[in-house]
């Protein structure tokens, strides 16, 4: 029970971990979404993949190397520690404090129509009612995202793979770092957000699908684009929900690489452009080295 409550949980900040919001730069994206971690003194290898935390199984299968290599780390390091969430931490950050500023309160009239479409296909919509329209609408929209089709966590089948070994896991962020990374993007900036995603007019179960096939491509700037559509965000904001958190993160990792030998999956926005893991890692004298592999359609 305490691992589903983690999950669920998890679902509550996919937009913070994925760093969804972020619009795509000028600069070329790194191909792959698995690398391994060499150089610096290292005395054997650690690797650093790029993860969907919502995924469409449906589609696709999950990716099988990244698993295989929990048998050949010594930890598995994910953006938080799962089974370390602090729920009410986490609800605390969830929800609009000002009952006028509610999400149905903001839509006009035809935009509420467009979001009585947008929720009605997602499962969450029937169980919550109209306490949807009082989450953050950037929690929202991933809930919805994750409550559809077939969605499945691959950091949360890495964390059950690796307890099943009785691997160590760890955390490169807490909970509290998260909620307030997400405080930086203003309520109206985020209903900006929301508007985008409903004059798209596609389901969530659509969205899962795109984002899912962009994914097994490999190719984070098209990852990236199809994210793109949905979004508005301010450069304080993005600053704040992937650069800074890009620093800290590889900071973190610098200092774990100095005893341990992990994988370490985060989302796959934060691994491209000039300011990611992996280009931040290869300033700090690390060797990144891509491996390829591929990923089999749900029924091959």
Known sequence: MKTRNCLKAFVLILILLWGAF?????????????WEISGKGLSKPAYLFGSMHIYDTAGYQLPQLPFDLLDKVDKLY??????????????????????????DKQLDALSMEKMRRFVQSAPLSSAMGNKLYAIKPMLLISMLTGSAGKAASVDFELYKAANSRKLPVGGLETVREEMEALKAVSLSSQMDMLRLVLDQQISPAEMLKRMTTSYVQQDIEQLLYELNYNTSSSDGANDALLVKRNI?????????????????????????????????????????????????????
Do not use: C, W
């Open 22 to 34: 972020h619009p795509v730069s000028a600069q070329q994206q790194p191909k792959g979404l698995l």
């Open 78 to 103: 994910l953006e938080l520690d799962l089974g370390k969430i602090d729920l009410r931490e986490m609800m605390e950050g969830m929800y609009i404090s000002d009952s006028t500023a509610y999400i």
């Open 248 to 300: 800290v993160m590889a900071d973190r990792i610098d200092s774990l690489l100095k005893n341990e030998h992990p994988l370490i999956a985060v989302g796959a926005a934060h691994l491209g452009a000039g300011k990611g893991l992996i280009v931040l890692l290869k300033q700090k004298g690390y060797t990144l080295t891509n491996i390829p592999f591929s990923i089999k359609k749900a029924h091959e």
